[in-house]
């Protein structure tokens, strides 16, 4: 059955269709594809485009360990919708247990060098051993997100971790990811009801008020350039674009 149904609105269907090839072309391209699946809401339109019509693409999501128990329950019904399981990584428990007791339960708010230490073993790690060997890797960041992300291209040399990366949602706007999870009835993580645009780890995300940055509940301690947790490049943004 096709992933793309086709009484989708014509607009939402196109840019549906524009994403599957894209993730098409890759495979083509870089062969050994993977997508590092961050359980939002551009997560569950990605995960069924890719399990829909591009079922190569081995699907990935790492369990930092401070996950929101809404995230957990997501992953479940994923797994349940599609009959197929996710391949979760996890961090090193031996580098976890040094960092933990050097720095504290919660020492990633001690500073920015902690907070990045913390991602660096939680998310980074984990993350660099799922794309090792691989060709390319997707990822669901969109223009829209925020400033930084707004300079991002559809097809990357990720120079960080040696392989290609791909952005098939980058000109999806908020409201065609929310169109296309309802019209296809997805499972979302039910925290986007509640004011959470983007949801990361418990201790570091909050909701947002209306109008604001999609990612200003991310890390919101921190100034907006900073807010990565370094899959992701912190992009050098022109002044005039920060407002
Ligand atoms: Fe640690 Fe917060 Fe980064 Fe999660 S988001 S890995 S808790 S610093």
Same mark, same amino acid.
């Given at each position: 059955?096709?992933?793309?149904?086709?009484?989708?609105?014509?607009?939402?269907?196109?840019?549906?269709?524009?994403?599957?090839?894209?993730?098409?072309?890759?495979?083509?391209?870089?062969? $050994?594809?993977?997508? #590092?699946?961050?359980? =939002?809401?551009?997560?569950?339109?990605?995960?069924?485009?890719?399990?829909?019509?591009?079922?190569?693409?081995?699907?990935?999501?790492?369990?930092? =360990?401070?996950?929101?128990?809404?995230?957990? *329950?997501?992953?479940?019904?994923?797994?349940?919708?599609?009959?197929?399981?996710?391949?979760?990584?996890?961090?090193?428990?031996? *580098?976890?247990? #040094?960092?933990?007791? #050097? $720095?504290?339960?919660?020492?990633?708010?001690?500073?920015?060098?902690?907070?990045?230490?913390?991602?660096?073993?939680?998310?980074?790690?984990?993350?660099?051993?799922?794309?090792?060997?691989?060709?390319?890797?997707?990822?669901?960041?969109?223009?829209?997100?925020?400033?930084?992300?707004?300079?991002?291209?559809?097809?990357?040399?990720?120079?960080?971790?040696?392989?290609?990366?791909?952005?098939?949602?980058?000109?999806?706007?908020?409201?065609?990811?929310? *169109?296309?999870?309802?019209?296809?009835?997805?499972?979302? $993580?039910?925290?986007?009801?509640?004011?959470?645009?983007?949801?990361?780890?418990?201790?570091?995300?909050?909701?947002?008020?209306?109008?604001? *940055?999609?990612?200003?509940?991310?890390?919101?301690?921190?100034?907006?350039?900073?807010?990565?947790? =370094?899959?992701?490049?912190?992009?050098?943004?022109?002044?005039?674009?920060? =407002?």
């Amino acid at each position: 059955m096709s992933a793309i149904p086709p009484e989708l609105p014509k607009p939402l269907r196109e840019r549906a269709e524009r994403s599957v090839a894209q993730l098409r072309a890759a495979v083509a391209e870089y062969k $050994n594809v993977c997508y #590092a699946n961050s359980l =939002g809401s551009e997560s569950v339109v990605l995960t069924d485009l890719i399990w829909g019509s591009v079922p190569e693409i081995d699907i990935f999501s790492i369990d930092t =360990g401070r996950l929101y128990p809404e995230t957990y *329950d997501l992953i479940e019904r994923v797994q349940r919708r599609y009959a197929r399981a996710l391949r979760i990584y996890y961090p090193a428990a031996a *580098d976890l247990e #040094a960092w933990v007791g #050097a $720095n504290g339960i919660n020492g990633f708010r001690d500073g920015l060098e902690q907070r990045r230490g913390c991602c660096a073993i939680r998310k980074v790690a984990p993350f660099r051993r799922a794309v090792s060997g691989r060709g390319a890797w997707v990822t669901g960041i969109r223009r829209g997100q925020s400033a930084s992300r707004a300079l991002a291209a559809p097809v990357e040399w990720d120079s960080e971790y040696g392989l290609h990366k791909v952005s098939p949602l980058l000109d999806w706007s908020e409201a065609e990811v929310w *169109d296309y999870i309802r019209w296809k009835r997805l499972p979302y $993580n039910s925290l986007h009801d509640s004011g959470f645009p983007s949801i990361g780890c418990a201790p570091c995300t909050r909701a947002v008020q209306n109008g604001e *940055d999609e990612r200003s509940g991310r890390w919101w301690w921190e100034r907006a350039e900073s807010r990565e947790c =370094g899959l992701h490049p912190r992009r050098k943004i022109p002044t005039a674009a920060l =407002g």
